[in-house]
């Protein structure tokens, strides 16, 4: 955030409150640096910037996890899934038969209370490995701001759609199915605590599949982000003068627009890394098997000349 007067990191850890220990310091290249004592799984936290042209809240765009109601904090996450290990391999790409399906809409035994879920998906696995499909693509996960959607006005980048998830209240049923699954291949089964939060049951989902022989594709959206950005968004993140409303004054966007959203700045060497370790974040933490790009075509023509670079 090279533009931002000051920046602060507040949440569960420190009393939320703006002072010298809360304060990141920014480096030459306008990354801002800190460490914070006491932070703990499951903490909540959010950042303060003061900035040119405002001062308030931003959500961390890096966030493994968001708390509902959306939006609002963001979660610090442990990574420590217990995984299965039992020797899964990608398919070879010319062996893929893939199944796309939408998380929301696939399978959506709780409506209307509440629409699908990641782990409705992963009640479905059995059948799914019965149609012989070999690779399973979910439209695009990353949080939207809309409660409903295709997936493709994305925000944040990191963290699943808060909406798949299952409220802890609801989850001791969708456990037991899950560990029947597991039972049934002679697996350790999941405690309850294991699959709270959109983070881990999106891993779950993934795991059961590479037990069931199913590779997980994800639907990812680096042509351009949102449709709709709120006030705490990564949109004008150092908080600067928006320039009359004018959007190539944004730090991650070029002033083109794409299906109602911004298209990514790929001219900058900090957006470009921003989207690679995004998805870099999915192969080593969530262990997808492969990426499906939305529309390439607007990320060469409208993020030229660096588009074709980045891809």
């Known amino acids: 955030a090279p533009h931002a007067v000051k920046v602060f990191v507040l949440g569960d850890f420190n009393g939320r409150v703006k002072d010298d220990s809360s304060l990141l310091t920014k480096d030459a290249d306008g990354h801002w640096l800190g460490f914070i004592k006491g932070v703990q799984d499951r903490h909540r936290y959010i950042f303060h910037i003061d900035g040119t042209g405002s001062s308030g809240p931003k959500r961390d765009p890096y966030a493994r996890e968001l708390q509902t109601p959306f939006p609002s904090d963001c ?69 939207f701001q809309t409660t409903f959607s295709e997936g493709y006005n994305g925000t944040d980048y990191f963290s699943p759609e808060m909406d798949f998830a299952v409220e802890d209240a609801d989850l001791a049923p969708y456990v037991d199915e899950a560990n029947a699954l597991l039972d049934a291949r002679g697996l350790v089964r999941y405690q309850v605590a294991d699959l ?69 700045d790929f001219e900058k060497p900090e957006v470009r890394d921003f989207l690679i370790q995004n998805a870099k974040f999915f192969l080593d933490e969530y262990r997808v098997d492969g990426f499906r790009y939305d529309q390439v075509s607007v990320i060469d023509h409208d993020g030229a000349p660096q588009g074709w670079r980045f891809c």
């Not at 944004?250 to 298209?263: E, M, Q, T």
């Open 75 to 143: 979660i610090v996450r442990e990574t420590d899934f217990p995984w299965h290990e039992t020797g899964f391999v990608t398919p070879r790409f010319h062996d893929f038969v893939i199944y796309q399906l939408h998380v929301g809409t696939f399978y959506t035994p709780n409506l209307p209370r509440k629409a699908g879920t990641f782990l409705d998906v992963a009640r479905k696995i059995p059948h799914l490995s019965g149609l012989g499909v070999t690779a399973v693509q979910l439209l695009p996960i990353q949080e």
């Open 196 to 264: 709270r939060g959109e983070m881990n049951q999106l891993k779950a989902l993934i795991d059961l599949c590479h037990i069931h022989g199913l590779a997980v594709i994800l639907d990812v959206v680096y042509n351009h982000a949102g449709g709709s950005f709120g006030d705490q968004s990564l949109r004008f993140f150092d908080r600067q003068p928006e320039s009359g409303g004018v959007k190539a004054n944004s730090l991650y966007f070029n002033g083109n627009g794409h299906a109602g959203g911004d298209v990514f």
